[in-house]
């Protein structure tokens, strides 16, 4: 039995690898990765250097085989998406899955997150925190799915593109214009924004700049629930 290790690696700033995430690309035989040039980037800036072996969405049953071969000749390998965990809307669920069933170990190797790193500095949470990640990009779909998560009530996080940010606001307003919001932007980089009000005031304000760039990670606040006592009413 051989050994995958999935890493997490960083979102934006490069100080936020872990000890741990180093040593693990210095130790593996290969390093699978979701683009083999950005990986590269990064490991070379730590002066490591292996063989990558690719493994994106659009190729992860194939990329799951080839790996597990590599499992099999009794090779570590490590894997890690372009920025964040992998498998938290990035690829690797499924090569996980396929490893582990194939009878090789499956090691976690924990780093960043751009769902965890906001969720920190929202201010709000609760007892039931709802991740969707990307919505669909089509309009009916996103919007049936908005109403879906916000009738829950529950705190919900959401990643979306710099081209859909002012839709997906747009449409929060229009679902519940009472909900309140913390945005983030190019959480670790260089030009790191957060920024709290509603989605009517944070629609209004991107919509009012000339170019919007970075991703978005999206913490839309919880409501309260009307609790229902169990016991009866009736005399």
């Given at each position: 039995?051989?050994?995958?290790?999935?890493?997490?690696?960083?979102?934006?700033?490069?100080?936020?690898?872990?000890?741990?995430?180093?040593?693990?690309?210095?130790?593996?035989?290969?390093?699978?990765?979701?683009?083999?040039?950005?990986?590269?980037?990064?490991?070379?800036?730590?002066?490591?250097?292996?063989?990558?072996?690719?493994?994106r969405?659009?190729?992860?049953?194939?990329?799951?085989?080839?790996?597990?071969?590599?499992?099999?000749?009794?090779?570590?390998?490590?894997?890690?998406?372009?920025?964040?965990?992998?498998?938290?809307?990035?690829?690797?669920?499924?090569?996980?899955g396929?490893?582990?069933?194939?009878?090789?170990?499956?090691?976690?190797?924990?780093?960043?997150?751009?769902?965890?790193?906001?969720?920190?500095?929202?201010?709000?949470?609760?007892?039931?925190?709802?991740?969707?990640?990307?919505?669909?990009?089509?309009?009916?779909?996103?919007?049936?799915?908005l109403?879906?998560l916000?009738?829950?009530?529950?705190?919900?996080?959401?990643?979306?593109?710099?081209?859909?940010?002012?839709?997906?606001?747009?449409?929060?307003?229009?679902?519940?214009?009472?909900?309140?919001?913390?945005?983030?932007?190019?959480?670790?980089?260089?030009?790191?924004?957060?920024?709290?009000?509603t989605?009517?005031?944070?629609?209004?304000?991107?919509?009012?700049?000339?170019?919007?760039?970075?991703?978005?990670?999206?913490?839309?606040?919880?409501?309260?629930?009307?609790?229902?006592?169990?016991?009866?009413t009736?005399n």
């Amino acid at each position: 039995m051989s050994t995958l290790y999935i890493v997490g690696t960083p979102i934006g700033n490069l100080g936020d690898i872990t000890f741990r995430a180093i040593e693990t690309f210095k130790s593996v035989d290969v390093v699978a990765c979701e683009d083999t040039r950005h990986t590269l980037q990064l490991l070379t800036h730590f002066e490591i250097r292996k063989p990558l072996v690719s493994c994106r969405a659009q190729n992860e049953e194939l990329a799951a085989d080839k790996i597990i071969g590599l499992l099999d000749g009794g090779q570590t390998v490590a894997y890690a998406s372009d920025a964040g965990t992998p498998g938290i809307s990035d690829p690797g669920a499924v090569l996980a899955g396929r490893v582990r069933k194939a009878g090789h170990s499956v090691v976690p190797v924990p780093g960043a997150s751009a769902f965890a790193a906001l969720v920190s500095v929202a201010g709000a949470g609760g007892k039931t925190l709802v991740f969707e990640g990307f919505l669909s990009p089509k309009p009916g779909r996103r919007r049936s799915r908005l109403r879906e998560l916000l009738a829950e009530g529950d705190a919900v996080v959401l990643y979306e593109s710099p081209f859909r940010i002012v839709k997906l606001l747009a449409d929060v307003a229009d679902i519940d214009c009472n909900r309140n919001l913390v945005i983030g932007r190019e959480l670790t980089k260089l030009h790191e924004e957060i920024i709290e009000g509603t989605a009517a005031e944070l629609r209004d304000i991107f919509s009012a700049r000339g170019s919007i760039k970075g991703e978005f990670a999206i913490f839309i606040s919880g409501v309260k629930k009307i609790q229902f006592s169990d016991e009866s009413t009736d005399n």
